[in-house]
């Protein structure tokens, strides 16, 4: 059965009293923990379960060499990978409402330019958006409507190190943060996303730049919620699963 959703009835939904206050709206949790499983433990932990998958070709793979959580983390560790993303069946669609979505990143070169999670149909597209470092050192990018519309200064990210990655829109203001903390402008963003969003961590949206020697643990989706709208704390353990 493909869950679709219904952007009518989202925000009447209610978030059951539990790890995380916000779990009903949660259409995408990974925690990557395990080396093993079809596939790899690329596992939706969330209460709608709707599939990950690999694109053709090369994956990723789960590997213990770097994780923030749990012993394992996603590994984009050769030339080749492709995509690690949400079921291209399932619709994870925010509409005009808010969203965050966010995951950990371990990144090798902070002058390299990483496509770290992107939902666009294609390159050019409004119905959705880009993270991504830029190429010049430590600046890192939101981008939708062939634009970036939010730019770090310099310095935001720092090779060999985990940080926390989060983009959350609440009304029609979207933010980027870093480290709980914001970076780059607030933008006004009144956008529908509302094709099906296909989700691709560390890779772009048809899987042609995969971000090889980049890791990432802990990815995380919720639709009808912005979780952050001011600096925060990043988490200090894996995302509950209830």
Same mark, same amino acid.
């Given at each position: 059965?493909?869950?679709?959703?219904?952007?009518?009835?989202?925000?009447? =939904?209610?978030? =059951?009293?539990?790890?995380?206050?916000?779990?009903?709206?949660?259409?995408?949790?990974?925690?990557?923990?395990?080396?093993?499983? @079809?596939? =790899?433990?690329?596992?939706?932990?969330?209460?709608?379960?709707?599939?990950?998958?690999?694109?053709?070709?090369?994956?990723?793979?789960?590997?213990? #060499?770097?994780?923030?959580?749990?012993?394992?983390?996603?590994?984009?560790?050769?030339?080749?990978?492709?995509?690690?993303?949400?079921?291209?069946?399932?619709?994870? /669609?925010?509409?005009?409402?808010?969203? #965050?979505?966010?995951?950990?990143?371990? !990144?090798?070169? !902070?002058?390299?330019?990483?496509?770290?999670? *992107?939902?666009?149909? *294609?390159?050019?597209?409004?119905?959705?958006?880009?993270?991504?470092?830029?190429?010049?050192? &430590?600046?890192?990018?939101?981008?939708?409507?062939?634009?970036?519309? !939010?730019?770090?200064?310099?310095?935001?990210?720092?090779?060999?190190?985990?940080?926390?990655?989060?983009?959350?829109?609440?009304?029609?203001?979207?933010?980027?943060?870093?480290?709980?903390?914001?970076? &780059?402008? #607030?933008?006004?963003?009144?956008?529908?996303?509302?094709?099906?969003?296909?989700? @691709?961590?560390?890779?772009?949206? /048809?899987?042609?730049?995969?971000? *090889?020697?980049?890791?990432? *643990?802990?990815? =995380?989706?919720?639709?009808?919620?912005?979780?952050?709208?001011? /600096?925060?704390?990043?988490?200090?353990?894996?995302?509950?699963?209830?």
């Amino acid at each position: 059965m493909i869950q679709r959703i219904n952007r009518n009835t989202l925000y009447s =939904r209610t978030a =059951r009293v539990s790890g995380d206050p916000y779990w009903a709206n949660v259409y995408l949790l990974c925690h990557f923990n395990s080396s093993s499983g @079809t596939p =790899r433990a690329y596992v939706n932990q969330s209460a709608l379960g709707t599939a990950i998958e690999n694109t053709s070709g090369t994956a990723p793979d789960v590997s213990s #060499t770097q994780s923030k959580f749990g012993g394992f983390g996603l590994a984009y560790a050769a030339s080749g990978n492709n995509a690690c993303r949400s079921s291209t069946a399932s619709a994870y /669609n925010p509409g005009t409402g808010d969203f #965050t979505e966010e995951f950990f990143f371990y !990144i090798p070169n !902070i002058t390299t330019n990483y496509a770290m999670m *992107d939902c666009r149909p *294609d390159a050019t597209s409004a119905a959705g958006y880009l993270i991504a470092t830029s190429g010049v050192s &430590g600046e890192i990018v939101y981008r939708t409507n062939n634009s970036n519309v !939010i730019v770090s200064a310099g310095g935001t990210t720092v090779a060999n190190q985990w940080m926390h990655c989060a983009v959350a829109r609440a009304g029609t203001s979207t933010r980027l943060f870093i480290d709980g903390t914001q970076v &780059g402008s #607030t933008y006004s963003d009144s956008a529908d996303y509302n094709g099906a969003m296909v989700h @691709t961590l560390g890779n772009t949206y /048809n899987a042609a730049a995969p971000t *090889d020697g980049v890791y990432y *643990d802990e990815w =995380r989706l919720t639709i009808g919620v912005a979780r952050y709208t001011g /600096n925060f704390t990043p988490p200090t353990a894996a995302f509950p699963d209830n």
